[in-house]
């Protein structure tokens, strides 16, 4: 991934298991406050519409006052808030005692006047709300910490849009394509991908008014900004005076106020608030809603002159500009409330859902630990990482297309480590001069692909040290060079290594050791090579796994061949089959694996073995089988061995020795970085495979560069493509059919006429998958990548891994 995504990824899974736990609590909390009120009316069943004695007619508000303050000992009434719903209990704001912050609110028998007893329950959830709102903390401290948390839910919140955007963000399947056929991690992400994505409206929503609530001065600006601040509140309860001027006696007169307010509404409430005039005040604040109104907290403000009744200000809801309609929106957005019951339950399940973040973001970070965990510790029992005094650490060099090298370098760090020999395990990616400058002898491990060319993640340096440089006069080397006997070319990037190394005067401790796939004997040599030149002891030797290196590569299965399709009838290009075979139920295999298989030798080849061929598996395990692309090969004296025999040979139903390859230069990445995907031919079954299991995981930021000979013949594919592509889940398709045209048009033309877009791709992370001819395509494919990225751009491509090929 990109620099930048890689930042927002470090950022959003450090919040989300920093504040990720808490922000559980608050939203468990939260879900458990959604329903609040019906919940206590149902556990206190006519507290909220008291029985009245028969021919009782409710309380007007200036008596039901009267009536209350008659029995509070001169205890002090705030605020009085009554129903048009006259059987519905009243409401009463009381004063604080001494000791207290806030004041009571008590229900009110709307017929006497009398305190109704506390409801069952409500203790509850005044428990739950203080652990909502400030987490059980002094108010002051708590709203500071619950501020924060819901900045960092704003921040999960968008850093997962950004992470997730995709190519095509109009394509809902690219969205909200939840995939239960998915297992493991691939699950996990997609579970939490596509629930973050429902519910981030509400995370937005919930933390952006979680802000407001939080910090003091964010609501004093924010209110101030929209006509709504306390200081402008409190200037009219004094009747517009100056909010600083001493009080002046008032006497409170609420008949007159009530007819003031009726009149001033003409009937058209629902519920009213009036706040009473304290220390010298001279108005009355009527906050009330309209019958009908918008939401729960449309509130009008009516601001009446105590005394007298007469109305001196009259704001209501709908003329207030849209800030101020915000501000007063602020709760009912919060609780989901402002977009009626579906809102509101939309909401409490999104607050819900906190918990299933909190679960599936740690058991992706902590899957990804124990991953990081097992190799640090795998490496760390061979000794990668070991230091010695002065210098004197053993540098173990290595370069690997398959992880051979990688495996082998780890063991005979293993078998100098038993010696009690430092050793320091680098790939040779990360060699520079001054690394090498640090190390008295190195052994370098390094296979070669294909035509003697060195591993992808290994290009850049051979290309490099090639070139003159400063000298090596200090080291000394050893080198194992990987390779296979059936390519002209054999070990040809060791032998190259080995060259360069004593062009710069490094000094050899041993001849070079060649290895043809994995030979046992060969790997003999290059250990008692070491046994000399380290003093190994016995105990030392005996530390190297068993001499047959292929020890961990599985055996042979039988599989059975069930169905073969040719794709392209009358081709001008040799047939190409669809294979199918099916195998025991245990098999498994990641996109990117090879199928090694063993063909019948031919009748010329009497009783020998024919060599094992390589193909690249174009299926999924849940496709319901092993699906394979074969070309047939033509020679000379007919078919080749193993095509002609899987092609036209080998009956249906016909046994094949088989066996699945792991191939960790051409796996999958984890995570929904953007791919490209190159191929042409038969290459296409690589790429399949990949972007089937992209499109399983509704991965949509896919791009497909392919090359076959006609679309009239050739086209073997479209149907599939079309099919990712109406789902939005391929962003791009560039077919390549190189003669339906006079000129010829391979895939790197492709790569070039999109010069302007292939490097915002890069730069946003894509990862870039090649799978076809190694003599034809392979080349044109690297010379358009570097003159269209740059070379050292694509240089630094294929270092970090994101440079895979699966090539032939």
Not at 127 to 149: C, I, N, S
Not at 203 to 211: D, P
Not at 294 to 307: D, F, K, M, P, V
Not at 706 to 719: I, K, M, P, Q
Request: glycine share 10%; hydrophobic share 45%.
């Amino acid at each position: 991934m990109g620099m930048l995504r890689r930042a927002w990824f470090q950022i959003h899974w450090f919040i989300g298991i920093t504040a990720g736990t808490v922000l559980v609590v608050i939203g468990l909390s939260g879900a458990t406050l959604s329903f609040r009120e019906e919940i206590v009316d149902a556990l206190n069943p006519g507290l909220s519409h008291p029985g009245a004695a028969p021919g009782a007619v409710a309380l007007q508000p200036p008596a039901l006052l009267a009536a209350l303050e008659a029995q509070l000992d001169g205890r002090r009434v705030n605020a009085l808030t009554v129903f048009a719903d006259t059987g519905r209990a009243a409401r009463a704001n009381l004063a604080p005692l001494p000791g207290q912050a806030r004041g009571e609110t008590r229900g009110v028998d709307p017929y006497t006047g009398a305190l109704l007893s506390e409801p069952r329950g409500d203790a509850f959830f005044e428990f739950v709300e203080r652990l909502h709102r400030w987490l059980l903390l002094p108010r002051d401290d708590g709203k500071a910490v619950t501020g924060t948390l819901a900045a960092g839910l704003l921040v999960l919140a968008l850093s997962g849009l950004y992470l997730r955007w995709p190519r095509r963000p109009l394509a809902w399947r690219a969205w909200l394509r939840l995939d239960f056929g998915l297992t493991g991690r691939a699950f996990l992400w997609n579970l939490h991908a596509v629930v973050g994505t429902v519910a981030l409206v509400a995370y937005l929503v919930s933390s952006a008014t979680g802000i407001y609530w939080g910090f003091d001065a964010v609501r004093t600006l924010v209110d101030n900004a929209a006509g709504e601040g306390r200081a402008v509140r409190a200037q009219r309860m004094q009747g517009g005076g100056d909010a600083g001027a001493a009080p002046a006696p008032v006497k409170l007169d609420l008949a007159r106020v009530w007819q003031g307010f009726g009149a001033a509404t003409h009937g058209d409430w629902s519920q009213v608030t009036l706040r009473l005039p304290a220390r010298g005040a001279s108005s009355v604040e009527a906050t009330y809603l309209r019958a009908q109104p918008e939401h729960e907290r449309a509130r009008n403000r009516l601001y009446l002159q105590a005394a007298t009744g007469e109305v001196t200000r009259h704001e209501r809801y709908a003329d207030k500009p849209l800030a101020g309609r915000l501000v007063n929106s602020i709760y009912p957005l919060h609780m989901g409330t402002y977009w009626g019951l579906p809102g509101r339950i939309f909401m409490m399940l999104s607050s819900l859902a906190m918990a299933l973040f909190a679960i599936t973001g740690w058991m992706l970070y902590l899957g990804r630990r124990r991953t990081k965990k097992a190799v640090r510790a795998e490496r760390a029992r061979f000794g990668q990482g070991a230091t010695a005094s002065g210098g004197e650490a053993v540098l173990i060099a290595f370069a690997t297309q398959t992880g051979q090298a990688e495996r082998l370098a780890l063991q005979t760090a293993g078998a100098l480590k038993s010696a009690g020999i430092a050793a320091v395990i680098k790939p040779v990616s990360e060699l520079t001069a001054d690394v090498l400058a640090h190390f008295k002898k190195a052994l370098w491990i390094v296979s070669t692909f294909g035509e003697g060319d060195p591993p992808d993640t290994a290009r850049a340096f051979a290309r490099g040290f090639a070139r003159p440089g400063p000298d090596l006069l200090h080291l000394q080397y050893g080198v194992l060079a990987l390779g296979d006997r059936r390519y002209a070319t054999f070990c040809g990037f060791g032998r190259k290594l080995d060259h360069d190394l004593r062009s710069r005067s490094a000094q050899a401790l041993f001849p070079m050791v060649e290895v043809d796939v994995n030979d046992g004997a060969a790997l003999g040599t290059w250990r008692a090579a070491l046994g000399r030149v380290f003093g190994l002891s016995a105990d030392a030797a005996s530390s190297w796994p068993a001499a047959d290196a292929k020890a961990d590569v599985p055996a042979f299965e039988s599989w059975r061949l069930v169905r073969r399709q040719l794709l392209n009838p009358g081709s001008e290009g040799d047939p190409l089959y669809e294979i199918e075979l099916s195998g025991p139920a245990s098999a498994s295999w990641a996109p990117g694996a090879l199928a090694e298989l063993v063909p019948p030798a031919p009748p010329a080849a009497g009783d020998a073995v024919m060599a094992p061929r390589s193909y690249s598996v174009a299926s999924l395990p849940s496709d319901g089988g092993l699906q394979l692309l074969v070309r047939q090969t033509r020679h000379a004296n007919g078919l080749g061995v193993a095509s002609g025999w899987l092609t036209v040979g080998a009956a249906i139903g016909a046994e094949v020795p088989l066996r699945l390859i792991a191939n960790p230069s051409f796996t999958l990445v984890d995570d929904d970085p953007p791919c490209i995907f190159i191929g042409n031919g038969s290459g296409f079954a690589g790429l399949r495979a990949h972007l089937r299991e992209r499109v399983r995981r509704g991965h949509g930021r896919n791009w497909l560069v392919y090359g076959e000979r006609t679309s009239r013949h050739d086209a073997f594919f479209v149907d599939e493509l079309a099919t990712w592509r109406a789902a939005g889940l391929l962003a791009r398709a560039d077919i390549a059919y190189s003669r339906d045209q006079p000129e010829r048009v391979y895939v790197q033309d492709k790569l070039r006429a999109a010069a302007d877009e292939l490097p915002v791709w890069v730069n946003e992370g894509a990862v870039i998958y090649v799978c076809g001819s190694l003599a034809g395509m392979a080349p044109g494919v690297d010379a358009a990548l570097a003159d269209v990225l740059g070379a050292d751009a694509f240089d630094e491509l294929i270092a970090l891994g994101r440079y895979r090929r699966d090539v032939y």
